[in-house]
């Protein structure tokens, strides 16, 4: 399994409005301390705010910031979030599945239950406990000790 890079993107995001502890911050600054698409960020932080992560202020000296407390946060809902997919196999997804085993698979059940346990490992992981090295992380996003 591999999360997409918009998964990423919203996870980092987060992660560096998390360090900058309720600072308004812009796409522009998240871009470029990752060295990512600002315009792949827009869409990512705009979908961040609808999903009620981010507050979003409007205006010449906006941007925005944590909407929730980061120990609310937790990794495992994040990915639920914006993950487009969790079928890892075709029977997953498919009901008319051409997969002849289906019906007597032991397969599919370990793997809905290897996909269970790696969730529910990411629920007790919360966006607080991601930003646990603050200072090496403001430091690495070229952001003041704070």
Sequence with gaps: MRLTTYTDYALRTLMYVAVRDG????????AA???ISR???SKVVHNLGAKGYLQTVQGRSGGFRLARDPAEISVGSVIRDFEPDFALVE???RSDSRCRIQPHCVLAGELGAALDAFLTRLDAVSLQDLVI????????LSLSAG
């Design 91 to 93: 029977c997953f997804e």
């Design 23 to 30: 600072e308004l911050t812009r796409i522009d600054e998240v």
């Design 133 to 140: 090295p603050r200072v090496e992380l403001r430091r690495t």
């Design 33 to 35: 301390s990752y060295g």
């Design 39 to 41: 315009n792949h960020l």
